[in-house]
């Protein structure tokens, strides 16, 4: 093995969002900085023209999907009472972790409501959005968010990586009934914080 | 679920598939790479050792099983404050009635099924079929062993003993169109259209539970296809199967668990999704059903409640040799792999345990890799004993017994052996009874025997030989680390009358390092086959038989690992019973050494390249898998071989595992063994090395007939044996075999 030359942008960079990018591609998800939604929007308008966004993003950055829609995206957020019909066709989607474990790549989402999971469940490509701010060590950090929500009824997952089996001869095939692709992005920006939904 | 045919049939079924063999043995190889890469990962990240995590998540669920009623009362009133209803059941029967009421109360006719081992158990498939529902798996190796009409032969890897040929010609004969072997990606993609449908229509989904997180009544389930997301979301009632000993106390609790899980399963650093369900989403239903079905009574037995900690990550099964032999169908009943020989006593019954559990060799690689630290290779002897004394295992059994009621008679054993010897001299070569070509070479009895010459029986037993003043004197050593020392040899019975070069050797050996070597004479066998076959009442009368025999309070050595393993490890467990002869058991497992240990770890240590003759011929080392797994020791022999005797040594493949000899194993289930020593000298071909090393005599009769069946050219020698030939002036001692 070569020794890589010594970066000096890697010294700005916290060791904690470096192993998470490193945990992250070791997933086979792909990772990325960005700085704001608008970089978002253009990563999502990059990867297709029907773009899915899940109901508890889009209720707190309703902004989002105007950026797409002005990228010439026709947007989809999942609303009827068969939200699975809605997106069952749409390639991309994009939803918001509430937090990302550095220790093993792992993007925690909240989805309580099938109108949500359905975004995140049927789609080829998935894009999770999670804020630098929210970037956690450890799974008990994880377990932390969990315990503080202990009782009320809800539905959280630790996403790492897109869907995969092994099951035939242990040969590894990505993309199963979940995604074939995930994309982590993190937002570095002035407008990094996310919101999470009240309800 | 298929009903499960007679062990007698799953067994013949496994040994005649040839995919089966050759497809677990690669699963087992590429497994064990990659989960030694992701525990040692972890090792790394965490700073502490596999035996320190195993340890805090054992106690974390021993902590449950100590106040599990108070747990479960959480588990349930925070559920059900979150929504869900919980019901507890007690037997299968229960589970499955209440299942089908509810489905056909919500009006449903099919059920979409993440894997669930616990609707395994109680034979929840064939409930519902019966009833008119229809479930559909939707886990890929599930579905695919339903459209096989078979059960899971794997708690992780379903499908494992399929190859992708019979899977392929499977998905023509169900998707009528055709598929091409080496295409897995076309079958995946081709499963996931076929079982979208299925999800977006059903009304009820049914999923396993991987814990059942006390703290916030939430269930942990786990997935890597992201199937079981969708059949717990999709349907308007949720069914949750899960035992009672899923429970966890907390979240970070469950971390922990997680963190294990991936890592032991399939080598990942954690699954794709990790869910945490807290009651029923909006607008959907959710049903907890709790079952019982032996776990309490697994509870109460203090030998057997360890059981209860498995997390289902089926490492046990990927270290079994017998499971990569047979697989799951034979090595298990519903539950498969070690923890199947274990728990099928209690969910299914002692007769459905029965047979499974006699194909256990008793290597304790299962202890060595397990998660939760069970100690299964106890519990599986356990589980033999009770099996045993419930009489209703047949006639193998009766037999067993009967011959060992015979051999804990020492007088009787040494003058039938006698007698043998004597009687088989014309078929004696070099240590191994050459019977006439047609006997095995045709017939029945060559299938069952033909792999493997048999030994001889000496006309002479060492301990003749061995008696005062009829060796000659060996040449002694120039550093003698035991001079002034009286060692009591403990023979072993096999090798006293099958071996005896071994512990000829063996003597002349620690003589020559100065020691005083006595025989006592009333030494007979130190119960480990008794042990092995069950019989504990028989062993524990062969353990007081040793103790009496080696009173004297010297050390003991014995060439036999195996029996270091019984008497300074088993024993003491075996009369834990009695705080008396418990002490004495340990007072003598405390002196008794095994050779290699007594010359590297105990008194006889002797210094670097004082056995060194100047002979560089290549040696290779298997090591009795009871020495790496129950006794701790690691590159020993090879160790001492290069330092000590200036050997260069190959380094043997799979060098730890099981040979296939396996005590009664291999008398009682010939193709079995016959199939680990095939990959055990498969090992040994590849490090091309002329000379094969060990310590177990057990072992060592069973590589010499397997080389001797198989025409090899190598020479299996004991530890002692290889040694004594370099001591000064040194000639062969074959003609003491």
């Not at chain 1, 999770?128 to 450890?138: C, E, I, K, L, S």
């Not at chain 2, 003993?161 to 899977?167: F, G, I, L, P, W």
């Not at chain 2, 002034?484 to 096999?494: E, P, S």
């Not at chain 2, 190598?714 to 002036?729: C, D, F, Q, S, T």
């Amino acid at each position: 093995m070569t020794e890589q030359p010594r970066q000096d942008a890697d010294t700005l960079v916290p060791p904690q969002r470096q192993l998470l990018r490193t945990r992250v591609e070791a997933a086979a998800s792909t990772y990325h900085e960005v700085a704001g939604w608008e970089q978002v929007a253009a990563h999502l308008a990059g990867h297709a023209d029907r773009v899915a966004i899940a109901p508890s993003l889009h209720a707190v950055r309703p902004d989002l999907a105007a950026s797409l829609e002005q990228r010439g995206c026709t947007v989809v957020v999942p609303q009827t009472a068969d939200p699975a019909a809605d997106v069952a066709d749409v390639p991309v989607a994009v939803v918001a972790g509430v937090l990302a474990v550095a220790e093993s790549g792992s993007v925690l989402v909240s989805e309580h409501e099938l109108r949500d999971r359905v975004v995140t469940m049927l789609c080829k490509r998935l894009v999770q959005v999670v804020a630098a701010g929210d970037v956690v060590d450890r799974l008990e950090d994880a377990a932390v968010w969990l315990a503080a929500r202990a009782g009320r009824a809800g539905f959280a997952s630790l996403m790492t990586g897109p869907s995969r089996t092994a099951d035939i001869e242990r040969s590894l095939t990505i993309g199963v009934q979940g995604p074939d692709e995930v994309d982590v992005l993190l937002l570095v920006g002035a407008d990094a914080a996310i919101e999470e939904p009240t309800s | 679920m298929t009903e499960l045919r007679s062990f007698g049939e799953r067994y013949a079924t496994a040994l005649a598939d040839p995919d089966v063999r050759g497809g677990l043995t690669a699963f087992q190889r590429g497994w064990r790479v990659s989960r030694d890469a992701a525990i040692g990962a972890l090792e790394e990240q965490e700073g502490r050792s596999f035996a320190e995590l195993r340890a805090e998540l054992a106690a974390i669920k021993d902590r449950v099983l100590a106040d599990w009623e108070h747990h479960l009362d959480t588990f349930t009133a925070n559920a059900t404050a979150a929504g869900a209803e919980v019901v507890r059941v007690a037997t299968p029967g229960e589970a499955n009635a209440l299942i089908t009421e509810r489905m056909r109360a919500a009006g449903a006719d099919l059920v979409v099924k993440g894997k669930s081992m616990v609707s395994e158990e109680i034979g929840l498939n064939t409930h519902l079929e019966a009833a008119g529902l229809i479930p559909v798996e939707t886990d890929l190796g599930e579905w695919i062993l339903q459209l096989a009409g078979e059960t899971p032969s794997h708690l992780v890897m379903p499908a494992i003993h399929k190859r992708k040929e019979v899977v392929a010609a499977l998905f023509e004969r169900v998707l009528e169109r055709p598929f091409p072997p080496d295409d897995i990606d076309r079958m995946v993609k081709a499963a996931r259209t076929e079982l979208r449908e299925r999800f977006l229509s059903s009304s009820v989904g049914l999923s396993g539970a991987n814990a059942l997180i006390a703290e916030g009544g939430a269930i942990l389930l786990v997935c890597n296809e992201g199937n079981n997301r969708m059949s717990v979301a999709l349907p308007q009632l949720h069914v949750v199967t899960a035992g009672i000993e899923k429970l966890l106390p907390t979240y970070a609790d469950a971390m922990r668990q997680v963190r294990l899980l991936g890592r032991s399963a399939t080598g990942q650093p954690i699954t794709v999704y990790t869910n945490f369900l807290t009651g029923p989403r909006p607008g959907q239903e959710q049903l907890i059903v709790l079952l019982d079905n032996g776990r309490t009574a697994m509870a109460a037995d203090p030998d057997m409640a360890a059981a209860l900690r498995c997390i289902r990550c089926g490492s046990c099964a990927n270290v079994c040799p017998p499971y990569g032999v047979v697989g799951g169908h034979a090595f298990g009943h519903v539950y498969t792999g070690a923890i199947g020989l274990v728990n099928t006593a209690f969910h299914h019954g002692l007769e459905a345990a029965a047979g499974p559990q006699s194909l256990c060799v008793s290597c304790g690689a299962c202890a060595t890799v397990c998660p939760v630290e069970i100690p299964l290779p106890v519990q599986i002897l356990e589980v033999r004993e009770r099996v045993a004394r419930d009489g209703r295992a047949g006639t193998a059994t009766t037999l067993t017994r009967a011959a060992l009621r015979a051999f804990q008679h020492r007088l009787l054993v040494d003058l039938g052996l006698r007698a043998v010897g004597v009687a088989t001299t014309p078929l004696r070569r070099d240590g191994v009874t050459v019977l006439p070509g047609r006997l095995t070479t045709r017939g029945p009895l060559a299938q069952r025997v033909g792999w493997r010459t048999p030994p001889a029986v000496a006309p002479r037993p060492a301990r003749d030989t061995l008696r005062a003043g009829r060796l000659e004197e060996p040449p002694r050593l120039a550093d003698q680390p035991l001079a002034g020392r009286t060692v009591q040899l403990f023979l072993q019975c096999v090798s006293d009358r099958l071996a005896p070069a071994i512990p000829i050797a063996a003597a002349k050996l620690l003589r020559a390092a100065g020691a005083r070597v006595t025989v006592p004479r009333e030494q007979h066998c130190c119960g480990l086959p008794a042990y092995d076959s069950g019989e504990q009442d028989a062993a524990r009368a062969m353990v007081r038989q040793t103790m009496a025999a080696l009173a004297d309070g010297a050390d003991v050595v014995t060439p036999a690992s195996s029996c270091l393993a019984m008497l300074g490890h088993d024993a003491p467990y075996l009369l834990r019973g009695d705080v008396a002869e418990l002490e004495r058991a340990q007072e003598l497992a405390g002196r008794v050494y095994d050779l290699i240990g007594y010359l590297t770890a105990g008194p006889g240590r002797l210094p670097a390249g004082s056995l060194d003759d100047g002979d560089r011929t290549p040696v290779t080392v298997h090591r009795f898998c009871q020495a790496s797994t129950t006794l701790g020791r690691g590159d020993a022999i090879e160790a001492f071989l290069r330092d000590v005797a200036g050997a260069p040594v190959v380094p043997l493949p799979e060098a730890g595992e099981c040979c296939g000899f396996g005590g009664s194993t291999s008398v009682r289930n010939p193709e079995l063994s016959a199939g680990i020593l095939d990959r055990k000298l498969g090992c040994v071909d590849r490090t091309d090395a002329s000379v094969l090393i060990t310590d177990n005599p057990g072992c060592i009769l069973h590589l010499r007939g397997g080389v001797h069946a198989s025409g090899r050219r190598v020479e299996v020698l004991h530890l002692a044996e290889y040694l004594v030939r370099r001591l000064p002036g040194a000639t062969s001692t074959s003609q003491e075999r």
